[in-house]
């Protein structure tokens, strides 16, 4: 059998399609088209992609609060800030390692991390020195 000879609907070039062709792809514009009772359609065609679609990786919400909570745990909140910090840092840490590539953030984790365990760190040995027979009084 011969090919058909159709136009495309988009751009008017012509297009050479087999008897067997049900999709074809305009030359000249790139328009992907259909087919249907010897006449070329322009429809929505699924376009097959050639690899996975690259996503920015977004920074981890747990990580933020981490570092924020360090920094808090220096100027303001001694106690309550150095907790908060060690724990969204771990949290962080652990969605993070979870995600596949998809947050990023662990350095701000960890330094929330240890700004909250050096401040926990620090308050243990004010209170050791305090409460102890022969500490600062």
């Known amino acids: 059998m011969r090919a058909q000879r159709l ?4 751009c008017g070039a012509p297009l050479a399609v087999q008897p067997d062709d049900a999709r074809v792809t305009c030359a000249y514009c790139s328009t992907p088209l259909v087919i249907e009772n ?3 359609v322009r429809r929505s065609v699924p376009v ?3 690899g996975p679609v690259w996503v920015r990786p977004q920074v981890s919400t747990a990580a933020n609060i ?3 909570f360090g920094v808090v745990a220096w100027l303001f909140l001694p106690l309550v800030g150095a907790l908060i910090a ?3 840092g771990h949290k962080a840490r652990q969605e993070i390692a979870a995600s596949g590539g998809r ?3 662990g350095s701000r984790a960890l330094i929330g991390l240890l700004l909250g365990y ?3 760190g620090w308050l243990a040995i004010f209170l050791l020195a305090h409460i102890t ?5």
């Open 66 to 68: 981490s570092l924020a």
């Open 7 to 10: 136009t495309c609907p988009s």
């Open 38 to 40: 010897n006449t070329a």
């Open 133 to 137: 027979p022969g500490g600062a009084g």
């Open 86 to 88: 060690v724990i969204f």
């Open 118 to 120: 050096l401040q926990l």
């Open 48 to 50: 097959e992609r050639a």
């Open 103 to 105: 947050l990023i953030g």
